[in-house]
T-cell receptor, first 112, second 112 residues
């Protein structure tokens, strides 16, 4: 148990819709990162938040956006969903040094 | 950009030793991580190397050579439960921020 929770666990959407995924950490880690993991691939870094500000972004379009709240919980928003957005979405929390990241169980998104 | 290369699949016998290699190219190296991921689960942190040398933690050890862009994860006294995907991840700089890049993972199959 990492103490990191994500909701929902599974989600089915259709093309063009919008989705919000959530992540929270019991330990109060102030850094949260979001990843997209397609089947058979390693996680791909979407972005990272530190103290409510984005401080790093991977190669994802602007329709992927996020928020981090004062209690360090976080949201990932994806607009105008595409079929290729179907994947496991992972959040990971850690301290400022980021030597260790604790992953949540993930949200499995299917876009039809 | 960053590039990570690790073998796709390896097999080993219970009780044996296995070494999983990872080579990387990155700018602004700031640490290398190994994670274990069982099928359908989130990655769990195994090790972090930022300086050259060997880090030992129980049955698992991780080695880093920054000049060669090379790391390995060594698993001793293999158990059936070690069957999983092992992910190598490197943190480097991009656009002024530290960005982690994951390899595709090495699927390890441990047989009796």
């Amino acid at each position: 148990e990492t103490g990191v929770t994500q909701s929902p666990t599974h989600l089915i959407k259709t093309r063009g819709q919008q989705v919000t995924l959530r992540c929270s950490s019991q330990s109060g880690h102030n850094t949260v990162s979001w990843y997209q993991q397609a089947l058979g691939q390693g996680p791909q870094f979407i972005f990272q938040y530190y103290r409510e500000e984005e401080n790093g972004r991977g190669n994802f379009p602007p329709r992927f956006s996020g928020l981090q709240f004062p209690n360090y919980s976080s949201e990932l928003n994806v607009n105008a969903l595409e079929l290729d957005d179907s994947a496991l979405y992972l959040c990971a929390t850690g301290g400022q040094s980021q030597e260790t990241q604790y992953f949540g169980p993930g949200t499995r998104l299917l876009v039809l | 950009g960053q590039n990570i290369d690790q073998p796709t699949e390896m097999t080993a016998t219970e009780g044996a030793i296995v070494q999983i290699n990872c080579t990387y190219q990155t700018s602004g190296f700031n640490g290398l991580f190994w994670y274990q991921q069982h099928a359908g689960e989130a990655p769990t942190f195994l090790s972090y190397n930022v300086l050259d040398g060997l880090e030992e933690k129980g049955r698992f050890s991780s080695f880093l050579s920054r000049s060669k862009g090379y790391s390995y994860l060594l698993l001793k006294e293999l158990q059936m439960k070690d069957s999983a995907s092992y992910l190598c991840a490197v943190r480097g700089t991009s656009g002024g921020s530290y960005i982690p890049t994951f390899g595709r993972g090495t699927s390890l199959i441990v047989h009796p």
